[in-house]
């Protein structure tokens, strides 16, 4: 198993672009999620998703969209990036899901880093 | 509402010494699960343990232990003879319900910056 993978690894936008970050598991996780690492913050949630076709927000869900097209695909969009989104970018699943509460241990692709100029 | 704090942002040690990060959640769920992450200087998370509510026996894996009180609301982690290795930024979560506010589901703390000196 590749386990989470991300990709890009790093990306530079100028304030506006849109772009999308990719994540994929392939352990056939219900549960995806994305966060974003900033200095001093630790990880805070933007949004998550308890299964195909079902997302929900997180603590930080403004400037960003999701999708759950397919169990193993979670993709993350920046409709038009500010430098306020410039941060580290991470990846999670887990199996089980319960009551949108993941209940086993999440697991982190590498990152993406993004700088927005 | 949930929270979990790490109050140490910085520990410097040298080789050899033990040393205990500390983490204190705040929660109204009455079943939760607790959690460690390492990150490395190479930006990974790593998963250490993870812990629900209803089981307070402390675990050891080799050089790593982790004390877990509900009385004080604490999950620490220790680390006995420390080496350059474990140096990385240690993470305490916390997963659960939010009350109020958007469901979430790993809250983390800031973090304890772990630097082992030769």
């Known amino acids: 198993n590749a386990g989470v993978t991300q990709t890009p690894k790093f990306q530079v936008l100028k304030t506006g672009q849109s772009m999308t970050l990719q994540c994929a598991q392939d352990?056939?996780?219900?549960?995806m999620s994305w966060y974003r690492q900033d200095p001093g913050m630790g990880l805070r949630l933007i949004h998550y998703?308890?299964?195909?076709?079902?997302?929900d927000q997180g603590e930080v869900p403004n400037g960003y969209n999701v999708s759950r097209s397919t169990t193993e695909d979670f993709p993350l969009r920046l409709l038009s990036a500010a430098p306020s989104q410039t941060s580290v970018y991470f990846c999670?699943?887990?199996?089980?899901?319960?009551?949108?509460?993941?209940?086993?241990?999440?697991?982190f692709g590498p990152g993406t880093r993004l700088t927005v100029l | 509402a949930q929270k979990v704090t790490q109050a140490q942002t910085e520990i410097s040690v040298v080789e050899k010494e033990d040393v205990t990060l500390d983490c204190v959640y705040e929660t109204r769920d009455t079943t939760y699960y607790l959690f460690w992450y390492k990150q490395p200087p190479s930006g990974e998370l790593v998963f250490l343990i993870r812990r629900n509510s209803f089981d307070e026996q402390n675990e050891i894996s080799g050089r790593y232990s982790w004390n877990f009180q509900k009385s004080t609301s604490s999950f620490n982690f220790t680390i006995t003879a420390s080496q350059v290795v474990d140096s990385a930024v240690y993470f305490c979560?916390?997963?659960?319900?939010?009350?109020?506010?958007?469901?979430?589901?790993?809250?983390f703390g800031k973090g304890t910056k772990l630097s082992v000196k030769p």
């Open positions: 998703s308890v299964g195909a076709g079902i997302t």
């Open positions: 999670a699943s887990s199996y089980h899901s319960l009551a949108g509460v993941s209940t086993d241990t999440q697991y």
């Open positions: 352990m056939n996780h219900e549960y």
């Open positions: 979560a916390l997963s659960g319900r939010n009350y109020g506010g958007s469901q979430g589901n790993l809250i």
